[in-house]
């Protein structure tokens, strides 16, 4: 089946500074990439779409300079929060899709990244 | 934009006991809806499916009804386990339908069951 990974599971920073998550895809080409935010207790939401080689696509309200997302590759996304602050502590979940193909453009899921400022 | 409520947002179940969740949806171009169970710290698990050219859909214990007249859907789980405790998620999306929402998934705002031994 199609396997999403993600690093690091979790991440503890200062406030300030700045965290890389990765999202990849394991065992097929993932045309697109989705990154979603979650709050305990809450839904995902939507923060980006993203296709390999083009600029990701924000969602309204998503600060595009702080939320730097790099999908460089058919299987690579990187979601870099810049400046982070306590506010920005989350569960960040990807997700990838091959899309047209035998997966009839199915998204699969990450096991999240959780993300704690201090 | 796409809306999608569900309901309830818990349910407590007995083990063996059927449980069904509801959703609704606003965009009728919607066309694809998948259900989604989620443990504590992981990520969504894809449990069913269901396009719009079908009504209903069966996997095992799990099934899925969609009537896209009144544009809801609902899950139904039976004999349930306690391993199928967890929050459960409704999405919505256009699957295939080209411009900027293609395949954007709209989530519910989930639903925790637990089913008591």
């Known amino acids: 089946g199609a396997v999403v990974s993600q690093h690091p599971s979790w991440v503890i920073c200062k406030s300030g500074t700045s965290v890389k998550i990765e999202c990849r895809s394991l065992?097929?080409?993932?045309?697109?990439m989705f990154w979603y935010r979650q709050f305990p207790k809450q839904s995902l939401m939507l923060m980006a779409t993203?296709?390999?080689?083009?600029?990701?696509?924000?969602e309204q309200g998503v600060e595009k300079d702080k939320f730097l997302i790099n999908h460089a590759s058919l299987t690579l996304s990187t979601l870099t929060v810049t400046s982070a602050h306590p506010e920005d502590s989350s569960f960040y979940i990807c997700?990838?899709?091959?899309?047209?193909?035998?997966?009839?453009?199915?998204?699969?899921f990450g096991p999240g990244t959780r993300l704690t400022v201090l | 934009g796409e809306n999608v409520e569900q309901h309830p947002s818990t349910l407590s179940v007995q083990e063996g006991d059927s449980a069904v969740i509801k959703c609704t949806y606003s965009d009728s171009a919607s066309n694809y809806f998948p259900w989604y169970k989620q443990e504590l710290g992981k990520g969504p698990q894809l449990i069913i499916d269901i396009r719009s050219n079908v009504g209903e859909k069966k996997d095992q214990r799990i099934a899925v009804t969609l009537n896209k007249t009144a544009k809801h859907f609902s899950l139904h789980i039976t004999e349930t386990q306690p391993e199928d405790s967890a929050v459960y998620f409704c999405?919505?999306?256009?699957?295939?339908?080209?411009?900027?929402?293609?395949?954007?998934?709209?989530f519910g705002q989930g639903t925790i069951l637990t089913v008591h031994p």
């Open positions: 999405a919505a999306s256009t699957d295939g339908a080209g411009g900027t929402s293609y395949g954007k998934l709209t």
């Open positions: 065992d097929f080409q993932a045309t697109t």
């Open positions: 993203s296709n390999e080689g083009s600029k990701a696509t924000y």
């Open positions: 997700s990838a899709r091959e899309d047209g193909t035998r997966y009839y453009n199915e998204q699969f």
